[in-house]
Nanobody
Framework: QVQAEESGGGSVQAGGSLKLSCIID????????LGWFRQAPGQVREGISC????????YYPDSVKGRFTVTRDNAKNTMYLEMNGLKSEDTATYYC???????????????????????WGQGTQVTVSS
């Protein structure tokens, strides 16, 4: 049985930093492209970063580019999201998911609905106060 679990969320002041972790067990982790997503109350879920199976390719939409960094450790079945320069608009529940096919290229965030992202965790809450 595949299980995903996000952790590392919390409450910080604007300008602060957090590092999220995502562990996905029960699958061959290195065979999957991974993504981080977030959803704020009353808003649609948005993709905020992706990373290829090897970690060689990453992509960030403009909303987080230059502030967030995604990495993965295939030996530990874990993906990370380092978030710096947090803003109040980053407040949301953050989720990770895996896909067998999800090219991590510019425009990825507009096509996430077309990919087979699955194995979602319960999410971790990030709250940024101004």
């Amino acid at each position: 049985q595949v299980q995903a679990e996000e952790s590392g969320g919390g409450s910080v002041q604007a300008g602060g930093s957090l590092k999220l972790s995502c562990i996905i067990d029960g699958l061959t982790f290195r065979d999957y492209a991974l993504g981080w997503f977030r959803q704020a109350p009353g808003q649609v879920r948005e993709g905020i970063s992706c990373i290829s199976w090897s970690g060689a390719s990453t992509y960030y939409p403009d909303s987080v580019k230059g502030r967030f960094t995604v990495t993965r450790d295939n030996a530990k079945n874990t993906m990370y999201l380092e978030m710096n320069g947090l803003k109040s608009e980053d407040t949301a529940t953050y989720y990770c998911a895996a896909a067998t096919f999800a090219p991590c290229v510019p425009g990825w965030e507009t096509k996430v609905g077309e990919y087979d992202y699955k194995y979602w965790g319960q999410g971790t809450q990030v709250t940024v106060s101004s």
